[in-house]
Nanobody
Framework: QLQLVESGGGLVQSGGSLRLNCAAS????????IGWFRQAPGKEREGVSC????????YYLDSVKGRFTISRDNAKNTGYLQINNLKPEDTAVYYC????????????????????WGKGIQVTVSA
């Protein structure tokens, strides 16, 4: 079964940190761009960060620059999103996604050209 599984979410106090993990099973992420998206209650889903298959290029939503860091380990078939200095407005369900070539990270993050979606994981930031 081809799937992406997120982990690492939870309840955190404002100012805290989390690392979200996105593990692929049933296929290799090596040729896929990875993206992280979030959807807060009552809001549309937005792409917060995306990374190319070889980590050569990275996209961040302006509102998360300086606090979010995306990375990947192709040997572990896993992508990561490090979130520092969490704010209550970061509260959302976070999804990871993968897109194969020739999709660019702008196509992935901005236009949501996605081949695989994870089921999502809740991140809640208390004030």
């Amino acid at each position: 079964q081809l799937q992406l599984v997120e982990s690492g979410g939870g309840l955190v106090q404002s100012g805290g940190s989390l690392r979200l993990n996105c593990a692929a099973s049933g296929f290799s992420l090596n040729i896929y761009a990875i993206g992280w998206f979030r959807q807060a209650p009552g809001k549309e889903r937005e792409g917060v960060s995306c990374i190319t298959y070889n980590s050569s290029s990275i996209y961040y939503l302006d509102s998360v620059k300086g606090r979010f860091t995306i990375s990947r380990d192709n040997a572990k078939n896993t992508g990561y999103l490090q979130i520092n200095n969490l704010k209550p407005e970061d509260t959302a369900v976070y999804y990871c996604a993968a897109a194969g070539p020739p999709t660019t990270i702008q196509d992935l993050c901005v236009r949501e050209f996605v081949d695989f979606w994870g089921k999502g994981i809740q991140v809640t930031v208390s004030a």
